[in-house]
């Protein structure tokens, strides 16, 4: 599982229940095709309460006025779960892709009059403001087969077998929860506004790591060929530049390097077999 | 205009959770094509955020003596018998094999040495029979069913309508009976409203946490699709059965679970002994601590039941007023353990307060509160008892002469009382009665889906109207009645700060505490009433709410505010039911009424919309308990109060996450 955010190291005790400032500094924009602008906000806190972004937005969302006491619309974000396990509310917060949720205002602005910055996601379509569109995410899933291909919904009988060391290794890869923060942190991965060249674009790390992940499952991997096709094929696995940036930022700590190395030799393998197979 | 209908008669499924995803699996997988909606991608869905696990009777349990059959008596004595009984039965019996299916599609579930599947101790049995992947059973779960629902999709089968909202469903009167033959939606991104033509729609749109403000919920647990339809005239039924967990950490935007293990390790709990005493806990010494529950409870301490520990936290913090800070929160003390043990024994759930409270368990004492947790109560639904006699096939429990289960073809399953119109999963009442037992919602959640799913495809072949059969009329009725919604709330926007009085997010903050206040953990007829009163004057401050947005792209405040006067609607039904219930059972409980009273209320609670008052009118009907005889629910306490045999440790431990 992920490791908790650092607590403060300043154990100084403080009293419950100081009200203090925050700014935040947002990035809008209204809509696809539309101008994006900067609008700064006053957010009263109170340590200890456990305010996260996402509550600070909600206030915002109350009382739409700017701090210099311009009335404006309330800001547009994305959010579910509010425990980071939807992937939902992915933005970068001062610079760094990351949840929303889990990010604490009492660690990410500890003191009075800090600043926090949201900007949306830049590697996916803008909806508005904070509120990006990662249908291509979903669609990347279909690529790479992302499933495993059971008889029926009735039952007849249990799965495979396996041991607790595999299960923890595909347990892990199964938590990805399509948030997006390897793909924002990629070099490779790039905005692809066309989205007939999806398919042949670079799939991103987590598709990499779902890749692994049904490969690993006894049923599953009976369309690994399949899945390895898709990895040979543009926009593979051997686009990726080794930059490890996806695996800093996976906030659930998922080894992507290491489904990128699995997969990437397995995909040569492949590759081999193919081309003596004359396919 | 309707579109989105071919010549072949479609399912539209509202929701993607664990429900909606059973369903639109299984009805692919029957020919029918499906038009899945969600307010967000499935995959997001409020499912992800189950821990715990799911039940079900296995191979080792049965070598102890359990049986599907006990699973089933488990989750009605648990419930405290308000849950039709067929349905529970069914649920449990099928349990084993929805297991296997899961198993089959690659859920990552934890093993034993030889690779078995591993079992966990939850709280209601004595038996281990909850299924878990990991901390995180309910996302593994979802995404299973995610993705056998993209392969659907890939076939072209299932296509999905992700960011679009669901609004009314729209019925009609065919061949004298009126049914339900599509609904209007709206995407969320370009605000259109549209409607939408089906054979079936399925409700699956999870419970109702927003309606208490904070809860453990996800924020799209609005209720707000249910509230459609029960101002459509769809039935709900058992609206005060609210769950409510003991323990939760109270956040800014939202509640959420700290296993009930902290207490089981031998956490304490406490408030200052002084109101509003606002030091630093650290710096209060021992004798100015009120640690109530060893107090009042001597011998239990700490490790009262769960509704009790719930009442008692509330009584001393709304009724007493003597929460940390008078605020509604009481301490959750491990800061006497060292920190090695601390690791040792609850490493996971110390680390998931330190990320969200952002303090460090082991140093500083938690502060919890309870917090609103499961939707028992919803959508009315129906079904066809089907008796088995002892040579039957389906039957398990061979034992016995004749048991009652639900026929699995039938075209009502889980049919609110509405042709046409289903609900399943959280949003419907069907398994739970009164109180749901700790890792059952997922399995009640797939059984629905899988189950009733045959029965809709059966329905959409052979009864739903044909499409010539039904006018345009009343779609674009129903769109015409959005769009002048849509409209009204667009007329009184104006940006920036609006009066409290008309804010939606000041009334849906009173909403939240009026409700949690009134209708959680111990109720009174008079606080109802008053909590009635205040509802209305809410719905009345609702009509007038104004946004602080107009525009028609993405406008999130409109679909918000919007939720809310549903929101208001349902409040009004949790609490109508609440009055009429007078006795206590479950999680029902009644100061003026505390005992449970079977001649009277061994009933469902049934809410009606009264269009003309725009009231609910309350009314009962029998509990179908052909299986067991309900008794007393005691788990045990009498003999415990005068030689407690505590519960084992396990028990209160493995209480967990659920
Ligand atoms: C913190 C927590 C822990 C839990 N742990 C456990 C556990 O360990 N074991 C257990 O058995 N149960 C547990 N539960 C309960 C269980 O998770 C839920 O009961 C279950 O997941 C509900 O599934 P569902 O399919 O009914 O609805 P949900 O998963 O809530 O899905 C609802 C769907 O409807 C959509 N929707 C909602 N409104 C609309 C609308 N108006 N228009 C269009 N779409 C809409 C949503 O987008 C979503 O897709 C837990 C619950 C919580 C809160
Ligand atoms: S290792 Fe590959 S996938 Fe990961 S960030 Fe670098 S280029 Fe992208
Ligand atoms: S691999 Fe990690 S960072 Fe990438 S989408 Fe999954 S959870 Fe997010
Ligand atoms: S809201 Fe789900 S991850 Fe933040």
Redesign the interface.
């Known amino acids: 599982m992920t490791s908790p955010t650092p607590v403060s190291q300043d154990s100084a005790k403080h009293e419950l229940g100081a009200e203090r400032s925050v700014y935040f500094r947002i990035k809008r924009c209204d809509g696809p095709g539309k101008a994006t602008r900067w609008e700064r906000f006053k957010v009263k806190v109170t340590r200890g309460e456990g305010a996260n972004v996402l509550a600070c937005l909600e206030r915002i969302a109350a009382n739409p006025v700017t701090a210099d006491g311009a009335k404006t619309t309330p800001v547009v974000w994305d959010a579910g779960c509010l425990e980071e396990v939807c992937g939902a509310c992915t933005m970068n917060v001062n610079g760094k892709v990351r949840q929303a949720c889990s990010c604490l205002i009492d660690t990410c602005a500890p003191n009075d009059g800090d600043e926090v910055v949201l900007e949306p996601m830049q590697k996916f379509p803008i909806v508005r403001d904070l509120w990006v569109d990662r249908s291509r995410m979903f669609e990347t899933l279909k690529r790479v087969k992302a499933w495993t291909p059971i008889d029926g919904l009735y039952a007849t009988g249990p799965g495979p077998k396996e041991t607790p060391e595999r299960q923890q290794e595909r347990y892990i890869y199964s938590t990805c929860m399509t948030c997006g923060c390897c793909l924002e942190a990629c070099p490779q991965f790039q905005q692809e506004p066309d989205a007939s060249k999806w398919d042949t674009s670079f799939v991103g790390a987590n598709a990499i790591g779902q890749v692994q992940l049904f490969n690993e499952h006894p049923t599953a991997k009976e369309l690994a060929p399949e899945r390895l096709d898709a990895m040979t094929a543009a926009g593979g696995v051997s686009e990726c530049g080794n930059a490890q940036n996806c695996v800093k930022v996976c906030p659930k700590e998922i080894p992507l390097t290491d489904a990128i190395a699995a997969v990437g030799r397995a995909a040569t393998i492949h590759g081999i077999k193919r081309f003596f197979q004359g396919k | 205009m309707a579109a989105g209908s071919g010549s072949e008669k479609r399912v539209i499924v509202i929701g993607g959770g664990l429900a909606g995803l059973a369903a639109s ?2 009805l692919a ?1 029957q020919g029918i094509q499906v038009d899945l909606f969600s307010i ?2 499935v ?4 499912s ?2 189950a821990q715990g696990g799911i039940n079900a009777c296995n191979e080792v349990a049965r070598q102890q003596g359990f049986s599907e059959w006990a699973h089933m008596d488990e989750t009605l004595y648990g419930g405290d018998f308000l849950a039709d009984q067929p349905p529970v039965y069914e649920m449990t019996h099928w349990a084993p ?2 297991i ?2 899961l ?4 859920v ?10 591993d079992l966990r101790l939850f709280g209601g049995s004595l038996f281990k029979r909850t299924h878990f ?4 059973t309910g ?2 779960l979802l ?2 069913l995610d ?2 629902v ?2 659907a ?2 076939d072209g089968m299932v296509t999905k309508y ?1 960011f679009w909202e669901f609004l009314w469903p729209v019925t009609e009167e065919v061949d004298g009976e009126r049914r339900c033959v599509g609904m209007v939606a709206q995407d969320l ?1 370009t605000m259109q409203v549209r409607a939408f033509r089906a054979g079936a729609v399925v409700i699956a749109t999870g419970g109702c946490g927003l309606v208490f403000g904070k809860s453990t919920n ?3 647990c609005t209720g707000a699709a249910a509230a459609r339809c029960y101002q459509a005239g769809a039935w709900y039924a058992n609206g005060e059965m609210i769950q409510v967990h003991p323990t939760a ?6 509640c ?1 679970l700290m296993s009930e293990s902290a207490r089981g390790e031998g956490g304490r709990v406490w408030v200052p002994r002084t109101k509003g005493d ?3 806990p ?2 209060i010494p021992v004798p100015e601590r009120w640690y109530f529950l060893e107090e009042k409870y001597p011998k239990y301490g700490n490790l009262v039941p769960r509704d009790i520990a719930s009442r008692e936290i509330f009584d001393v913090c709304v009724n007493q007023g003597m929460g ?2 008078a605020e509604n929160m009481v301490y959750l003390d491990l800061t006497h353990k060292s920190r090695e043990e601390l690791d040792r024994k609850l490493r ?1 759930i110390l ?2 307060y ?7 368990p082991r ?1 500083v004492p938690m502060k919890i509160f309870p917090a609103m947790h499961y939707t028992m109560g919803g959508l009315w639904t129906t079904f066809t008892p089907e008796e088995r006699t002892a040579d039957s096939v389906m039957d398990r429990d061979s034992n016995r002469e004749r048991v009652i289960g639900m026929q699995i073809d039938a075209k009502n399953t889980m049919s609110t009382n509405i042709p046409g119109l289903y609900a399943l999963g959280e949003v419907n009442f069907a398994y739970h009665g009164a109180t749901r037992l700790g890792a059952n919602a997922l399995l009640s959640c797939i059984f629905d889906g ?1 189950f009733a799913g045959v029965g809709i495809a059966n329905y959409v072949r052979d009864d739903a109207p044909d499409e010539e059969a039904v006018s345009s009329a009343p779609f674009d009725a129903a769109v015409k009645q959005e769009e002048a919604k849509v409209e009204s709330l667009r007329s009184r926007a104006q ?3 609006t009066d409290p009085a008309v ?1 939606p ?2 009334i849906a903050q009173e909403l939240g505490k009026e409700m949690t206040d009134a209708s959680t953990v111990v109720k009174t007829g008079e606080r109802l009433e008053k909590a009635l009163n205040k509802i209305q004057e809410l719905g009345e401050r609702c009509s007038r709410a104004t946004l ?2 107009a ?1 028609l ?2 406008n ?2 409109m679909a918000f505010t919007r939720s809310l006067s549903d929101m208001v609607k349902l409040a009004e039904v949790i609490l109508a039911g609440g009055i009429e219930r007078r006795e206590s059972r479950g999680s029902h409980f009644r100061l003026d009424y505390p005992d449970r009273d079977d001649d009277q209320f061994l009933k469902t609670t049934v809410a009606e919309y009264d269009a003309a008052t725009g009231r609910p009118k309350i009314s009962f009907r029998e509990v179908i308990t052909p299986l067991v005889k309900p008794r007393a629910r005691t788990y045990g306490k009498v003999e415990k109060s005068s030689d407690p045999a505590p519960e084992p440790r396990e028990t209160v431990a493995a209480e967990a996450t659920s």
Request: charge should be neutral; include cysteine; charged fraction near 35%.
């Open positions: 699996a299984r997988e967000a991608p995959k997001r869905s409020h992800v955020c094999k929805i296997d299916l198993d089959r599609m690659g990552p579930f934890n093993r034993t040495f030889e690779g078995y599947r992947a990991g901390a995180t996302q593994q995404y299973a993705e056998q993209r392969r999709e890939q992700e991104r996800s924020v799209s950490i109270p956040g800014a935007d939202k959420r606002k030091r630093d650290r710096d940390i800070g996971g680390e998931i330190e990320k969200f409270a952002g303090e460090d140093d899988l940006q920036g700060l804010n997010y000041v602080a947005d525009s792209w993405t999130q405040n």
